[in-house]
């Protein structure tokens, strides 16, 4: 398989080099040459396949070169085998609304999906290639902990989380701070999630530490993360279609990786009419889809923290997509953004994106509602992400059968669940015990020389 830069197709790069670096060093995103597309034929030998038989299969296509299809199979097997449920994910219905549960990993949220596999991708690669790297990543609560579950004591790497001190919740935080591991740090730094993603970013820009410790991300922009995100679509399409039918996926949406990876499934050949961007109040793709501006504002909080995201870092990945592959006008298009903090598309291009996607954003106070009324009326909890995939879908009502993508278990965010039902989600018993282990982080100022200086002495 051989992969190209959103902002440069002629350089052709290998998944290794896509895996090890995220993001390519003309600042644009990776993604394949030529997408592989399945014929119906294909689909239906696909359609009786465990997940991980079929995780194997679509993975394995995107690696070619790498990894033996033998090496996926234990790649696949050993990242699942912890998952609370023999595959990997679930889906149930409650009334109209089919719910694909995507947490039932160690850190209860989707994350741990693609996290936990590209955990063993590194290993892989790392004990082959005789290298050593240093992870560094950002977070607002989900990604680290997913990292962290992943990377805890392995060999060759450490990790190093940055997260905005007291503006995560505490379960949030527990799931990394609690993780004894010789090869883990956490920083709680004094700022906000910008000025931790600013630092990260500007470590990857700084070439000199950036080989001095031989930096490497996880986060959602890497290509890994896509590809592990695509089986889940295929896997629920099967499990909830008889022939093939078309159906919707509404997705909660923050950075558009998991939502990126519905399209690359509808790219495949899946049969899926619209995939449906949910936000919270931080609506850029639903303007986007309405005015063809691309401008971000002021991030707003909101009880779906995940979501507080206003540049959606995988769109680049959509406007190579839609502009038919032409890098010169992604890279217009970014430069744009860059100069004058907005870009707007063309009639035929917003169209494209219609085509194939729709937007609606919700209220606080209507996705606490949700949480009520799908307790009420199914005695289910939800958490307030999902709640958002299930209050918009109600809000826009397709025709055709819809899946909400449930990215988080309730009991990460307990306060907001407990206050819209009277109920206190429970963690699962096998993680009870981290509300109670010691916690370990180290505080640091907002300060990029100090924050370097840290991993200079820990690499
Ligand atoms: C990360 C996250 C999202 C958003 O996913 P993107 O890939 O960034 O769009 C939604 N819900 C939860 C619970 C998350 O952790």
């Given at each position: 398989?051989?992969?190209?830069?959103?902002?440069?197709?002629?350089?052709?790069?290998?998944?290794?080099?896509?895996?090890?670096?995220?993001?390519?060093?003309?600042?644009?995103?990776?993604?394949?040459?030529?997408?592989?597309?399945?014929?119906?034929?294909?689909?239906?030998?696909?359609?009786?396949?465990?997940?991980?038989?079929?995780?194997?299969?679509?993975?394995?296509?995107?690696?070619?070169?790498?990894?033996?299809?033998?090496?996926?199979?234990?790649?696949?097997?050993?990242?699942?085998?912890?998952?609370?449920?023999?595959?990997?994910?679930?889906?149930?219905?409650?009334?109209?609304?089919?719910?694909?549960?995507?947490?039932?990993?160690?850190?209860?949220a989707f994350k741990d999906i693609a996290m936990q596999a590209i955990g063993n991708m590194y290993e892989n690669i790392l004990e082959k290639s005789?290298?050593?790297?240093?992870?560094?990543?950002?977070?607002?609560?989900?990604?680290?902990?997913?990292?962290?579950?992943?990377?805890?004591?392995?060999?060759?790497?450490?990790?190093?989380?940055?997260?905005?001190?007291?503006?995560?919740?505490?379960?949030?935080?527990?799931?990394?701070?609690?993780?004894?591991?010789?090869?883990?740090?956490?920083?709680?730094?004094?700022?906000?999630?910008?000025?931790?993603?600013?630092?990260?970013?500007?470590?990857?820009?700084?070439?000199?530490?950036?080989?001095?410790?031989?930096?490497?991300?996880?986060?959602?922009?890497?290509?890994?993360?896509?590809?592990?995100?695509?089986?889940?679509?295929?896997?629920?399409?099967?499990?909830?279609?008889?022939?093939?039918?078309?159906?919707?996926?509404?997705?909660?949406?923050?950075?558009?990786?998991?939502?990126?990876?519905?399209?690359?499934?509808?790219?495949?050949?899946?049969?899926?009419?619209?995939?449906?961007?949910?936000?919270?109040?931080?609506?850029?793709?639903?303007?986007?889809?309405?005015?063809?501006?691309?401008?971000?504002?002021?991030?707003?909080?909101?009880?779906?923290?995940?979501?507080?995201?206003?540049?959606?870092?995988?769109?680049?990945?959509?406007?190579?997509?839609?502009?038919?592959?032409?890098?010169?006008?992604?890279?217009?298009?970014?430069?744009?953004?860059?100069?004058?903090?907005?870009?707007?598309?063309?009639?035929?291009?917003?169209?494209?994106i219609r085509n194939s996607f729709l937007s609606e954003s919700l209220s606080d106070e209507v996705t606490k509602s949700v949480i009520s009324e799908?307790?009420?009326?199914?005695?289910?909890?939800?958490?307030?992400?999902?709640?958002?995939?299930?209050?918009?879908?109600?809000?826009?009502?397709?025709?055709?059968?819809?899946?909400?993508?449930?990215?988080?278990?309730?009991?990460?965010?307990?306060?907001?669940?407990?206050?819209?039902?009277?109920?206190?989600?429970?963690?699962?018993?096998?993680?009870?015990?981290?509300?109670?282990?010691?916690?370990?982080?180290?505080?640091?100022?907002?300060?990029?020389?100090?924050?370097?200086?840290?991993?200079?002495?820990?690499?």
């Open positions: 398989m051989e992969y190209i830069s959103t902002r440069n197709t002629q350089e052709i790069f290998s998944f290794k080099s896509v895996f090890l670096n995220g993001l390519a060093s003309d600042g644009g995103l990776y993604i394949p040459k030529q997408i592989p597309l399945y014929s119906n034929q294909d689909l239906e030998k696909l359609r009786n396949f465990s997940y991980k038989e079929l995780a194997a299969e679509i993975i394995s296509d995107f690696c070619t070169g790498e990894f033996s299809e033998f090496e996926i199979k234990t790649i696949v097997e050993k990242s699942y085998k912890d998952f609370r449920v023999k595959d990997v994910v679930t889906v149930n219905k409650f009334g109209k609304i089919n719910l694909l549960e995507l947490f039932h990993g160690p850190t209860l005789k290298l050593k790297v240093n992870v560094v990543v950002a977070t607002s609560g989900d990604t680290g902990a997913a990292a962290i579950s992943a990377i805890k004591n392995r060999k060759n790497m450490k990790i190093f989380v940055l997260h905005p001190e007291n503006k995560i919740s505490d379960v949030q935080r527990k799931f990394m701070t609690t993780v004894e591991a010789r090869n883990v740090f956490n920083i709680g730094l004094a700022g906000n999630f910008d000025d931790c993603q600013n630092i990260v970013k500007s470590m990857f820009a700084d070439n000199d530490f950036r080989n001095l410790i031989n930096i490497s991300g996880v986060n959602s922009i890497n290509w890994a993360r896509i590809i592990f995100q695509i089986v889940y679509y295929f896997f629920c399409y099967f499990k909830i279609t008889k022939s093939n039918e078309r159906i919707n996926f509404s997705v909660p949406t923050g950075n558009f990786g998991d939502i990126y990876a519905g399209y690359v499934a509808k790219k495949m050949g899946l049969p899926i009419n619209k995939l449906i961007i949910a936000t919270n109040k931080n609506d850029i793709l639903k303007r986007v889809m309405e005015t063809g501006c691309y401008k971000p504002s002021e991030v707003k909080y909101t009880i779906s923290p995940s979501m507080d995201i206003q540049v959606a870092s995988n769109f680049e990945r959509l406007i190579f997509n839609i502009t038919a592959c032409d890098s010169k006008k992604t890279l217009k298009l970014m430069n744009d953004l860059n100069e004058s903090g907005e870009f707007q598309l063309a009639k035929e291009e917003l169209q494209k799908m307790y009420k009326n199914y005695g289910v909890l939800v958490d307030p992400h999902t709640a958002v995939g299930i209050g918009v879908t109600k809000k826009i009502s397709p025709e055709e059968n819809t899946v909400v993508l449930s990215t988080a278990h309730p009991s990460k965010f307990p306060d907001v669940v407990m206050k819209a039902t009277g109920i206190k989600p429970e963690l699962p018993e096998n993680l009870k015990s981290i509300l109670v282990k010691k916690e370990k982080y180290d505080r640091l100022p907002k300060d990029f020389e100090k924050v370097k200086k840290y991993i200079r002495e820990r690499k």
